[in-house]
Nanobody
Framework: QLQLVESGGGLVQPGGSLRLSCTASGFTLDYYTIGWFRQAPGKEREGVSC????????NYADSVKGRFTISRDNAKNTVYLQMSSLKPEDTAVYYC?????????????????WGQGTQVTVSS
């Protein structure tokens, strides 16, 4: 059974940084394309970033380009989302998700396995 577990969320001041982790169990993460999504209260879930399987090209939402970086550590079976220059509008529950396709997507329905989410709050 595919399981994804997110960690690393928390409360941070505007301009601060956080690193989110998405760790897999039951499967090798490098065989999957991994997306990070977020959902703020009253808003739809949106794609933040994505890293392709077996090669690792990446995509970012315009709202996070230059501030967020997605990466893999295959030895740890983990995908990271390094978030810098955080803004209050980045506040949301962040989810990682996996799909077997080689291409990235920012559409939640295209991902079949999800973690439980981790809360990120950016506030002074």
């Amino acid at each position: 059974q595919l399981q994804l577990v997110e960690s690393g969320g928390g409360l941070v001041q505007p301009g601060g940084s956080l690193r989110l982790s998405c760790t897999a169990s039951g499967f090798t993460l490098d065989y999957y394309t991994i997306g990070w999504f977020r959902q703020a209260p009253g808003k739809e879930r949106e794609g933040v970033s994505c890293i392709r399987r077996s090669g690792g090209s990446t995509n970012y939402a315009d709202s996070v380009k230059g501030r967020f970086t997605i990466s893999r550590d295959n030895a740890k079976n983990t995908v990271y989302l390094q978030m810098s220059s955080l803004k209050p509008e980045d506040t949301a529950v962040y989810y990682c998700a996996a799909r077997t396709a080689y291409v990235c997507s920012n559409v939640p329905l295209n991902f079949g396995s999800w973690g439980q989410g981790t809360q990120v709050t950016v506030s002074s």
